[in-house]
């Protein structure tokens, strides 16, 4: 769980010959920087079609992402033409669930600068806010994002020129009390509650300070797009990928940092030619225990400032609530590649039990207690009968780890006794599997050992040659 996102250095001695007498391959493979097997970042990867200004929001145990995308690649400045829904159950397959036409908005026309939106789901429907260029925030509903969208209001809900900023950009937070609260704006953010029906503002929005400020511009400006969540008490406000934290939803924000970092973003998506913190329009969700972040990313051939695409990474907050940097790779999010060695405990798809903690020397743990259980999905190029290896520090004695396929009480492909080892020392140690080759759904699940039994690091596939 150490936080070095470009690594995937096999442990045993099988995966060291393996690799070493497959090296031309692999340099074959990495100058192609193709995953065999695995499509994961950018996002149209997965879809066939770029995205621009994504925004994820789940559900009834389902996400949607409200998006745009730039209209050709020749584009030599932003045209956008609609709005797009999408929606996903396991973060690999999409669907595209609505499309949402300016027609069909106050604007009554076709529109080329249809910029970023934001949908909430409230009690008697879903409500989607959008930017009609830099000017204007309106706002459509329907009772499913599915749609069909209509506009009650027929009028903007952020009128140009009522507040000192752009009106365009919002994001919606839906507190822990039910209250829902919109912020906008470019380089000055304001922030209101809005009314019960997410119709209205309930106030006069407010203007938002952030003390220590920095972005892609320089010390003391943020950017567009400002976006909010919140964890174990505290707001968080982004902006690109950078973000302040606060205790009052209206501020004021002390700023903390950047979630990009180059020493965790791959090469494929670490081009000269761009820089890593324009534009990325950053959006955190959590899903089925897990916090994500996804946004802009314009750095794959063919992809322009105007014709941009989508990534999406794991996050991960330290006990301070700072976020650690966001490993951007091929992989990306809900499925894993068996061939590129060490998996990270913390970035699992679903958990029932087990929580993330923060370890001084390698990044997070992953703990683990009795009955705790976590998925990891989508783990493709798994061999037949492998050699499952795990770094885990035990805190207790006579319990194990099970391995299912499937579901947390499927079949048992192997289990690994647990070890009490000295606290925050991990250990390896070794399981061979009873599975099928190909792709893999694993499930680990602990047995016995009380509140806690156990720690874990990472985990690896070791192939036989």
């Known amino acids: 769980m150490k936080e070095k996102a470009m690594r995937g250095k096999p442990h045993c001695k099988g995966c060291r010959k393996l690799l070493a007498s497959m090296a031309a391959i692999a340099s074959a493979i990495a100058m192609a920087e193709e995953v065999k097997g695995v499509a994961g970042n950018p996002f149209s990867a997965l879809t066939g079609q770029p995205v621009g200004d994504p925004h994820i929001v789940e559900w009834k145990g389902r996400l949607y992402m409200f998006a745009g995308h730039d209209f050709s690649p020749a584009s030599k400045g932003y045209d956008l033409r609609d709005w797009w829904v999408w929606s996903t159950s396991d973060l690999v397959e999409w669907k595209l669930e ?8 106050f604007l009554r026309r076709p529109f080329r600068s249809c910029w970023a939106t934001f949908g909430v789901p409230f009690p008697d429907g879903w409500r989607y806010y959008f930017s009609a260029g830099p000017a204007e925030i309106g706002v459509v509903t329907a009772k499913t994002p599915a749609g069909p969208w209509s506009d009650p209001l027929g009028r903007p809900l952020v009128a140009k020129g009522e507040y000192r900023t752009e009106a365009r950009d919002p994001d919606v937070l839906l507190d822990d009390d039910g209250s829902a609260y919109i912020v906008f704006g470019t380089f000055n953010y304001f922030i209101a509650k809005l009314g019960a029906d997410g ?16 972005g892609p511009y320089g010390r003391g400006k943020t950017d567009d797009k400002p976006s909010l969540h919140k964890r174990n008490g505290l707001y968080y406000l982004s902006w690109s990928s950078f973000y302040a934290v606060s205790t009052n939803v209206y ?12 020493a965790h973003v791959s090469p494929k998506f670490r081009r000269d030619r761009i820089e890593l913190h324009y534009d990325r329009h950053g959006n955190f969700f959590q899903f089925n225990g897990q916090w994500y972040y996804i946004a ?3 750095s794959q051939p063919g992809r322009t400032r105007y014709f941009r695409d989508a990534v999406m990474g794991y996050v991960h907050y330290r006990d301070n609530g700072d976020i650690a940097p966001v490993r951007i790779d091929e992989v990306g999010v809900g499925q894993y590649d068996a061939s590129r060695g060490e998996i990270e405990a913390e ?4 958990v029932r039990g087990a929580k993330v903690g923060e370890h001084p020397v390698c990044g997070f743990e992953l703990r683990m207690g ?17 050699t499952l290896e795990i770094s885990m520090c035990g805190n207790a004695g006579g ?19 647990v070890r009490r080892g000295r606290p925050g020392h991990f250990t390896k140690s070794a399981v061979k599997l009873q599975n099928a080759p190909g792709t893999l759904d694993l499930w680990i699940v602990a047995k016995g050992g009380g509140t806690e039994l156990c720690r874990i690091d990472w985990f690896s596939f070791c192939h036989q040659p």
């Open 98 to 105: 609505s499309v949402l036409k300016p027609e069909d908005t």
């Open 199 to 214: 119709l209205s503002l309930a106030e006069k929005a407010r203007p938002v300070r952030i003390d220590g400020a920095f």
């Open 251 to 262: 501020g004021p924000y002390g700023y903390r940092g950047s979630v990009i970092d180059a």
């Open 296 to 298: 802009n990313d314009y």
């Open 347 to 350: 970035d699992f798809f679903a």
């Open 370 to 386: 009795a009955g705790n259980a976590v998925r990891y999905p989508n783990i493709h190029n798994v061999q037949a009968n492998a």
């Open 399 to 417: 319990g194990t780890l099970e391995f299912r396929e499937g579901l947390p009480d499927g079949r048992i492909l192997g289990t690994v006794n």
